[in-house]
């Protein structure tokens, strides 16, 4: 049991823990005959989702209907309605669209190798929810994981749905951080996980009763011996193709730096159980991520001799 307070705090801060739309390309941005544009901000002014905003979305994917940005928002609609096909339909869309970068989809491979089978996954954004859509509905990986999108629970109907069919007890008083702390508060002995890449403000409310288990935290309230799951994954379970890569994107690195949390960790694990050639074959992957964000030096000062 082992957890690397100071390290993890420094990475939440330099680490760009990436929830961000897909880039598309400026054409993509034109205003079409037909207002797309106009039936799009129709949908985004909508505050709550419903049908009657569905209708301005679709007429938007009418008018272009090859707009990726328009994707998510159709897999959104219809995961809060609970309608697998049509959010299959739009996650085969997006996948073939080759927006998610592999560095990405690789990533979240992993946060699903993390977790036990039927685990709760509280994501955050698009990086860490709609690749795993992909995985899960056009790779059919980890079909068993409930996705859960944190600002979701914001609308009351899909809250109350969604936690009585997944026996959540919650505060219906709460929204945002405060409800899913809430729900991770009151349900012990549920499998319930957050990605590295939710809120920095909610891992930091919790961050007493988190434990890093792969790619992912386990929230508990009484100690967790993490590491041996965390070494189980790592060598039985995580694709590594894309992490040892020299030419990054800027945005690549920062992405990757999320994986130093269980790797800075699990080379001391080694190192404490005398494995010192899986530590000396895991030390390389340390050394490069944290070499693309200029911190070599540091995170190599919190391994063990």
Known sequence: M????ILLLLLLKIGWLCAQPPVVSAESKKE????????????????????????????????????????????????????????????????????????????NYNVLASLPEGAVLFTNGFDDTYPIWVLQDVQKERPDVKIVKINYLNDTVYRKKVLKELGLSYNPELNGI???????????????????????????????????????????KTPVNNLPETQRVWEN????????????????????VNYLIPLV???????????????????????HLASGIGKKEYILSKLAK
């Open 2 to 5: 082992q957890k690397v307070y």
């Open 32 to 107: 079409e005959k037909g207002s797309f544009e106009a039936y799009y901000q129709a949908y985004l002014d909508r505050e709550v989702k419903d049908a009657d905003a569905f209708y301005y979305l679709q007429k938007a994917f009418e008018v272009y209907p090859d707009n990726v940005e328009l994707y998510d928002d159709f897999m959104d609609y219809y995961a809060m309605n609970n309608n697998v096909q049509g959010r299959r339909k739009f996650s085969k869309e997006l996948s073939k669209s080759n927006v998610i970068p592999d560095y990405v989809l690789e990533y």
């Open 178 to 220: 405060k409800l899913v702390k809430n729900i991770l508060e009151s349900n012990p002995g549920k499998p319930l996980y957050l990605p590295f890449t939710v809120d920095k403000r909610l891992i930091q409310s919790l961050y007493p009763n988190l434990y890093p288990v792969g790619l992912v935290f386990k929230y508990s």
């Open 237 to 256: 379970n995580f694709k590594k193709s894309t992490l040892l890569q020299v030419e990054k994107p800027k945005r690549q690195r920062a992405f990757q």
């Open 265 to 287: 960790n699990l080379y001391n694990y080694y190192i404490q159980k005398g494995e010192k050639e899986k530590a000396k074959n895991l030390k390389p992957y340390i050394v």
